[in-house]
């Protein structure tokens, strides 16, 4: 391979204010050739701006992957060294009121889509094995893939499936020279961050414990990581490293700690208090519409 080799890494949900967008730039800064994806170009304008080759991409549509499988074939010969499957969205909802269209989107995004991306980018990655550089799939997962947060049932099982196709995945490509690394994000301020998204409704049987469930995130907001520590930590990580497992974000090395030294309920107080139903009157509420539906949903 000659010196001049420019390794190259394809990341999807790159939109500005992203995680996404601060790995592409760290990535770049580290010498990489970046191919920095999101659906529409314009949220990628300061990639451009720093020479980084910016395309769009829907991971919900198969042939909105082919066209970019395309596009990445006739610039790079047919290979890729790293693909970054960052993309996803954000639901939250009471899990018996969640819209079933609103979950199978979210899983359209953050579970099947990168099923197909992996499946698509696959052969580019095998092209790679004899650069000298192991070719990497990395796969965002979230702590809450291991965390009961109220509210976020739909998203939780999502990022909860990612983590166990990543490591499935780790063991099948094990022999194709492929390293397969899971990343357990925790809290980084991004614009998935928000209390806009969060409306119980009047008729929510939940809808007392909605104030708590936007302090939450107004909470969140203040402690976590920004994107460029994030980007400087993950991509630190990947290139240096070795590790399959990593947990990067605002406490995720303590959700990984008690994940593994505790029990499995280890979080329930602190989930429960966080989304407010430890409120003596709204746990009163929630029960007394409850029962005021029973019967509605059979």
């Not at 499957?85 to 009121?97: D, K, M, Q, V």
């Not at 990581?225 to 990580?237: D, I, S």
């Not at 994940?259 to 709204?282: I, Y």
């Amino acid at each position: 391979m000659s010196e001049s080799y420019k390794r190259s890494v394809l990341v999807t949900g790159c939109s500005q204010g992203s995680a996404g967008n601060a790995l592409a730039l760290q990535f770049a800064a580290k010498g990489f050739r970046v191919f920095a994806t999101a659906r529409s170009l314009k949220t990628l304008s300061n990639l451009t701006e720093k020479g980084i080759e910016t395309l769009t991409l829907d991971v919900t549509q198969p042939e909105s992957i082919a066209a970019l499988k395309s596009e990445i074939v006739s610039r790079t010969g047919g290979s890729l060294d790293i693909l970054f499957n960052n993309a996803g969205a954000l639901y939250e909802a009471p899990a018996i009121e969640s819209d079933p269209a609103r979950v199978r989107s979210l899983f359209n995004t953050n579970v099947f889509g990168l099923m197909e991306m992996v499946t698509a980018f696959t052969p580019l990655l095998l092209a790679s094995v004899s650069s000298g550089h192991e070719p990497t799939i990395i796969n965002v997962a979230s702590v809450l893939a291991r965390l009961p947060s109220p509210f976020n049932s739909a998203y939780n099982a999502t990022k909860a499936a990612v983590a166990a196709y990543s490591d499935t995945l780790r063991l099948e490509l094990d022999p194709l020279g492929i390293r397969v690394v899971t990343l357990y994000m925790g809290e980084v301020s991004t614009p998935l961050m928000t209390t806009d998204n969060i409306n119980f409704g009047s008729e929510s049987i939940y809808r007392d414990a909605e104030a708590a469930v936007k302090q939450r995130t107004v909470t969140h907001l203040e402690k976590t990581m920004t994107p460029e520590l994030f980007a400087r930590e993950v991509v630190g990580e990947i290139v240096d490293g070795k590790r399959s497992f990593l947990w990067k974000g605002s406490n995720a090395f303590t959700v990984w700690l008690l994940n593994a030294a505790g029990p499995r309920t280890v979080f329930d107080s602190a989930m429960v208090k966080a989304a407010g139903l430890d409120n003596k009157k709204t746990k009163e509420s929630v029960f007394k519409r409850g029962q005021a539906t029973a019967g509605e949903r059979i």
